[in-house]
């Protein structure tokens, strides 16, 4: 299993509704990419390792799938939307990772 | 529910030792942490968002908790250790985070 992981770095000045993001264009997402997802997480930034210390990341995400080639495979028909949806919530370049799930539990 | 994520930067040149940290590092920071985590994942990084790209991160985990106080009350015991433990697999500095989960499938 492959996980997509999708954070928006937490940069000084920069736009970020969560509101949107979390009600709105997540659930867009898992509705547009349906059955290649097995299961997804959406998480808002508190805080770093220690309460006064700021999130590195405003805003995650993560997409777990079978494959790569799975997650492509459901994306890219849906690409222009999703990523044309992001600068309604937010004015932050993602960074943008696929790793192997090594453990889970 | 809160997600802490431990993510360590791929920098060219560092060391990252994938199957101590799979196999042995993780192994016992989820037995040493104990009921307090509701469930963990560890990943080693693939790619960035292309194939071609390199991934962002040569390795990521988290731990989900009821509330990052008790993430802090089962980690601090066992801080030394575990910390100490980094520099066998790693000499990357990891960028942790405390999040919310907003939606978990």
């Known amino acids: 299993m492959i996980k997509v992981s999708i ?3 937490n940069k ?18 898992l509705k ?7 299961s997804a997480s959406v998480e808002i930034g508190i805080s770093g390792a220690l309460p006064d210390q700021a999130p590195p990341f405003v805003a ?6 079978e494959t790569v080639q799975d ?12 990523q044309g949806d ?8 993602p960074v943008i990772q696929m790793s192997e799930i090594k453990l889970s539990s």
């Not at 000084?12 to 997402?29: E, I, L, T």
């Not at 992001?86 to 370049?93: C, F, N, P, Q, S």
């Open 60 to 65: 995650m995400c993560s997409f777990v799938c």
């Open 32 to 38: 547009l990419l349906g059955d290649a997802v097995k």
């Open 12 to 29: 000084a000045g920069a736009r970020f509704d969560a509101d949107y993001y979390v009600n709105k264009h997540m659930p867009m997402a």
């Open 71 to 82: 997650f492509y495979d459901a994306f890219l028909p849906h690409a222009s939307l999703l």
């Open 86 to 93: 992001i600068a309604v919530y937010t004015d932050i370049e």
């Open 7 to 9: 954070q928006y770095p």
